[in-house]
């Protein structure tokens, strides 16, 4: 429904103004579900088959090996460096696994969590950018249903401009 569509847009743009909002929304770029698991589901389904490799982190948010597997697409995660309770985001090791498969040819679903649960930990600001830039063909998903709990990190912001291969979810 457009109304619908133009007035989430509107509340997107007015309503998380300062809270990593995004002022360029447009009614064209929402899809309203049934919340982030519907959407993150409907993303997959759509995108991964059987010769997809989706990449995000281990540990992540369990329910996306779950859908990754109803499609027949490979689910990779790069694990966190540390233990107990310190960890470091594993950037450099993900930059790295999604450029070499991006040169093998094969088709990528990047998922970065912002936060990232079970762990909390933040995506570092730069590396949807750099995704873009060591594998432009790469899809990106951002799920960001938890930003409420660190609204100034969002990585919407700083993605602001078309680009069809990013995608965000909250």
């Not at 309203?32 to 059987?50: E, P």
């Not at 990232?116 to 600001?125: A, E, H, K, R």
């Not at 730069?126 to 995704?131: F, Q, R, T």
């Amino acid at each position: 429904d457009s109304a619908a569509t133009t007035a989430v847009a509107r509340y997107v743009a007015r309503g998380f103004a300062g809270r990593g909002g995004w002022q360029g929304c447009q009614p064209d770029n929402i899809l309203i579900t049934n919340g982030c698991d519907q959407a993150i589901d409907l993303i997959i389904r759509a995108y991964c088959d059987s010769s997809t490799v989706v990449v995000s982190t281990k540990p992540t948010f369990p329910m996306y090996s779950r859908y990754v597997s109803s499609t027949g697409a490979s689910f990779e995660q790069v694990a966190y460096q540390g233990e107990g309770t310190q960890f470091s985001y594993p950037a450099s090791e993900l930059l790295d696994r999604v450029e070499n498969l991006g040169k093998s040819g094969t088709r990528v679903l990047v998922i970065l969590t912002n936060p990232d649960p079970p762990t909390g930990s933040l995506v570092p600001g730069s590396l949807v950018k750099d995704i873009r830039g060591r594998n432009p063909e790469a899809l990106i998903l951002v799920d960001e249903a938890y930003f409420e709990f660190c609204p100034t990190r969002s990585l919407l912001p700083a993605m602001q401009g078309n680009d069809d291969h990013i995608l965000f979810v909250r």
